[in-house]
């Protein structure tokens, strides 16, 4: 009898330790312990723990109480040190009184069997014996922005900042005394608002409130609990007038100038000006948004700029396409509202240039003589609509990008030392200089500077050419993907050397006929012709 009870015992015993013992397969995110008796999302931009998840656990108070949860109510969660020792372990919610550690894991399984699933269940962490501290210990020294919020006071949300730190204040001017004002972190921080000394004038986890504000200017204090801890992640931060009454709405604008509702073949890759007629009643409008819309019910309209003059500069990035546009008047952060939307179609999309391929390449005649590039002569090119001549990339530079939209050009060096100056707008250039023949070439020298923001320059600085042979040069953009809307660059090809008189007496680069003359000379050459003798 004895026997079998120990058995018995034996089997109880190993059961409560399976149970005890449903550690996570998978680590799924790190929480820092807010502290604060507010219940705390472990994840709250992606609440989606699968069941056999773990995770790590930080900021915990030694002594303190904690509650576990789950939104899966069958959730088994098992609450471990750093290193798997089970300190509390059940069915949510899982309470662990006087927490014995300072950091830990929680491991969530569907049930007390250790199941696992591919459902995602949110989790939660609360200090349920946790207190507020004083509010006046969690100020900051560093402010973001630098520079004060200017308050719109128009009862509308507006951004302080789109990346504070916990640890960071910002300041905030120009609020009207009497109103009521709510300051917002998206992370749930712990706020305080004081004065510009200091003072506090309220305090706690956002959002918080200050009704009657007394002061124009005030900062706001954010961390990251209410015992004042930092972090280095970003938070968006916002206030709002809450009693201001927003602005009227200003009316629509009328027709639009340019381009004209329903135009046609307009321009891609290059600055068109949009314009319309001001509202000839209503409130002035403060600005204007601009927006692109999907159909003429103006569907799912995404904001593209904003301006305070009836007209904007903006770069049309697709040919072939039908382009539905609207403009909404503000007065101050209000919009018009019933607004029409206009139309205009955009240019086709241009044949490749003629110079696509090495059989086509543009002939560019070397200067010789130039003192620097900014001397040389221009030759405008484009990459626009231009394929791939069937030459892959070489490496240059420790890389090799993809020359699936390269161009051509090709020149009779006249000296040994030539430079190839290409003076890029829009795109990060690779140019490549051979020698031989289409077909039959070989790789001479090339620039890549991996640089794609302007002033963007790729210069082949050459040496050792023959002169008299014809070289090939090419550019491309260095990503594959990209499209060459716009793309578009100056070449130069130059030498600071002069012609010697060996140069110039050869045949390639001087030519007259008829031969014998009879009358009329004709006279050709690489060079300007200053002067000519004639011996009969």
Known sequence: MKKITLVLFALLTYAYTVNGQCIGTYEYTTVVSNNTGNIQSMY???????????NNVTGLLIGSDYEFSSDNPTDFLTFTDDSNNVIAAGTTPLSVTSMPVSSGRLHIYYDNTCTADDVCREVFLQCTSCTLPAASSCLSTVQYPEDPVVSNNDGYTQDISGCNFAGEFAQITGLTIGEDYEFVSDTGDNITITDT???VLAYGYSPVLITSIAYTDVKVHFHLTGNC???DVCRATTFECTSCTPPPAPDCATAPITPVDGATNVLVGVDVTFSWTAPASGPAPTSYNIYEVEDALGTNPGLIANTTDPFIDLNIGVYDTT???MVLPLNGSTEATGCNVWSFTTESTPLPPANDDCINAQVVVQETEIP????ATATPGTIVSSTDSGLAAESCNGYTGTANDDVWY???ALTEDVNITFEITGFDGVAQLYSGTCGALTVVDCADNTISTAPIVEEINATGLTVGATYYVRI????????TIGKSFDLKIWTSEALSVNEFNGDSLFSYYPNPVNNTLTLKAQKNIESVAVYN
């Open 372 to 375: 620097d590039a900014a001397s």
């Open 197 to 199: 000394s200091d003072n």
């Open 476 to 483: 491309y953009q260095y990503s594959g993907t990209s499209d």
């Open 323 to 325: 382009v539905y546009w």
């Open 44 to 54: 709250p931009d992606f609440p989606c723990n699968w069941s056999s998840d773990w």
């Open 229 to 231: 801890d930092t972090e």
């Open 410 to 412: 090709a020149f009779e």
